[in-house]
């Protein structure tokens, strides 16, 4: 592929393991997408602390998050931290000079996540105004790398148009062509359902047997594609159902476009075997996901040397956004010094 010179950022929460979803759905998206483009990935520990959450494990999750991220193949110069660049609370806390209240009101995850603080804990637990601020955070995410593209999900949609009237707001205040408009990179990756409840998406929180996490051992991963629901007899009329569906996908996703097209024929004149289908697909992901499990069994045996690796990584990107900041403190006014 041909490199560009355009400018591609991303952030993931560490949110534990790295599940079948996840992967499909956006992480191999940023791996391919580091071919064609500059890019940069980032762990968003500092967006995790806006939920009620425990230090010590916020700390693991966030090495654990760098690991497997790396085991899927982000290359180590383009992954950082981003409690390690605390120029990025810097740059929040200008932005938010020039981002409305009444914007930031208006965010649809604050409203989700404030009423699933409330329904998780039942009692009275904090909605922080970390978690009203998340969105600004990330405009500074954004703008301090100059990101032309965000490859993001649909969720997040809302967040990117704030992110580019914050950029707007701030070139027109200041009277300056200073921020890019970042748009958003949505790819067609396939989405994932659970395969215990293939009516709604892969996740975590809905409980084990509803996700699949790639860096499983054979055995579980076969485990738990002989237990995915199937048919729960909702369509009569020979359409496929959205568990054989996902099924189908998981095939087609993990490469075996052979296997998928001549079962696929099998489906469609009727003598289609579940456990055949689940037999095939059990084959491919497990295949597929070998060299990434192998990868991770390696970082795990030498973690001193991965945590230093983007350690340095974070230093290097970290150059960028400083650069950045002294750039805008001009611009703003707000006095500038040599440290
Ligand atoms: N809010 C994003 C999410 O939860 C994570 C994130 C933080 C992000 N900063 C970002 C995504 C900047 C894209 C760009 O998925």
Excluded at 31 to 52: C, F, R, W
Excluded at 223 to 250: R, W, Y
Excluded at 311 to 325: D, G, P, V, W, Y
Aim: aromatic share 8%.
């Amino acid at each position: 592929m041909e490199s560009s010179s355009k400018q591609v950022l991303s952030l993931i929460q560490p949110t534990g393991d790295i599940h079948l979803g996840n992967y499909l759905g956006a992480v191999k998206n940023w791996v391919d997408i580091q071919e064609k483009y500059s890019s940069v990935l980032g762990v968003a520990n500092l967006h995790a602390m806006t939920m009620p959450y425990k230090a010590p494990k916020l700390r693991e999750a966030t090495w654990k998050m760098a690991y497997q991220l790396l085991a899927t193949g982000i290359n180590h110069e383009n992954l950082f931290i981003q409690s390690l660049i605390p120029e990025h609370m810097e740059l929040c806390w200008i932005l938010s000079s020039v981002c409305s209240y009444g914007d930031l009101t208006r965010m649809t995850q604050f409203k989700d996540k404030s009423d699933q603080i409330k329904e998780v804990n039942g009692k009275e637990e904090l909605i922080s105004s970390a978690l009203f601020f998340y969105p600004v955070l990330q405009a500074a995410d954004i703008l301090i790398y100059k990101a032309d593209y965000v490859p993001v999900g649909k969720d997040q949609e809302q967040h990117l148009e704030l992110s580019r009237s914050i950029a707007q707001r701030f070139n027109y205040q200041f009277g300056v062509e200073y921020f890019k408009m970042p748009e958003p990179l949505f790819t067609n990756t396939p989405k994932i359902l659970s395969t215990a409840n293939p009516h709604k998406k892969m996740s975590k929180s809905l409980g084990d047997k509803h996700f699949i996490n790639i860096f499983e051992d054979e055995k579980r991963i076969r485990k738990q594609i002989n237990s995915a629901v199937t048919d729960t007899g909702e369509n009569p009329d020979g359409e496929m159902s959205p568990g054989v569906s996902n099924l189908f996908q998981i095939l087609k996703s993990s490469g075996n476009i052979e296997g998928h097209d001549a079962l696929l024929n099998d489906f469609n004149s009727g003598s289609l075997k579940y456990k055949d289908l689940k037999q095939e697909v059990g084959n491919s992901l497990v295949s597929f996901l070998e060299p990434i499990r192998n990868k991770y069994l390696e970082i795990q045996g030498n973690k001193r040397k991965y945590r230093d690796m983007v350690k340095q990584s974070s230093i290097e990107i970290r150059k960028r956004a400083q650069k950045t900041l002294s750039e805008v403190r001009e611009i703003t006014g707000i006095l500038n010094v040599k440290y």
